[in-house]
């Protein structure tokens, strides 16, 4: 069996889901490899776990460039995506304005579910921000953590919490059934990352990965990008 390898942020795995069936009538190759925290895939990378394209924040691929594990003229930008809060289906939604009501929601849930907060790109960024909200301490024994936000996801939609709430990127909310989109984190809380394709220096389907970034990014799929979750990119 023909197989492309990808190691990917989960941020990029719905959208590339979606796609496959397209990619397989293409090119007659199965998508296969791993999504996860972007730090944690480019460490795979680093330590040789077989890979033809990558999907990981632009600075990520810019580094792995950089470490000359990535062809740089096959860099390409994916889109954006945020951050953004999450609850189960059918709880009610999660009104926030701003950082005081950021803050509010947060206190109020009695569980918190987010991807790996040294590894994810959402992780470090919630973080980032309960400290900056003043509440990292308050909040420490609400956090479940987890290797990557659609695990985390998947287990907020299994939550028997009173009044759970995740927070990871919305390309992976969207994704995950009995979960809700819930809103973008408010300003001055906001995360908006770009997401970059590449072709590894190492990978044995060349071509068949440039097809895949091909599709990822074309501006025939930016409908599909939207649906997603993604922002911008191409079309």
């Known amino acids: 069996m023909n197989t492309l390898n990808i190691l990917s942020g989960g941020a990029a795995q719905g959208l590339v889901a979606s796609l496959t069936p397209a990619f397989k009538a293409q090119t007659g190759f199965d998508v296969a490899g791993e999504f996860g925290a972007v730090g944690a895939m480019a460490d795979k990378l680093r330590k040789g776990t077989p890979a033809d394209i990558i999907i990981l924040t632009a600075a990520l691929v810019a580094k792995l460039v950089e470490e000359k594990l990535v062809i740089a003229t096959s860099m390409s930008d994916v889109g954006l995506v945020e ?6 289906a059918g709880d009610p ?10 803050r509010g929601a947060l206190l109020a849930s009695d569980t918190i579910f987010v991807p ?9 960024h919630v973080a980032k921000v309960l400290d900056q909200l ?3 301490e308050r909040v ?19 939550s028997e919490a009173r009044r759970p709430i995740g927070c990871t990127q919305s390309t992976e909310i969207i994704s995950t059934k009995g979960v809700t989109l819930s809103g973008s984190l408010p300003p001055g809380c906001e995360l908006a990352t770009m997401y970059t394709a590449g072709i590894t220096i190492a990978a044995a389907h060349p071509q068949q990965a440039q097809d895949l970034i091909d599709l990822l990014t074309g501006a025939g799929q930016h409908e599909q990008r939207k649906r997603a979750g993604f922002i911008g990119g191409r079309g």
């Open 134 to 136: 003043g509440i990292a």
């Open 140 to 158: 420490a024994t609400r956090l479940r953590i987890f290797p990557n936000g659609a695990t985390a996801m998947r287990e907020l939609a299994a």
């Open 93 to 102: 939604p999660a009104a926030v304005k701003d950082a005081a009501g950021l």
């Open 83 to 88: 951050t953004a809060l999450a609850v189960r």
């Open 116 to 124: 790996d907060t040294k590894a994810s790109t959402a992780g470090i």
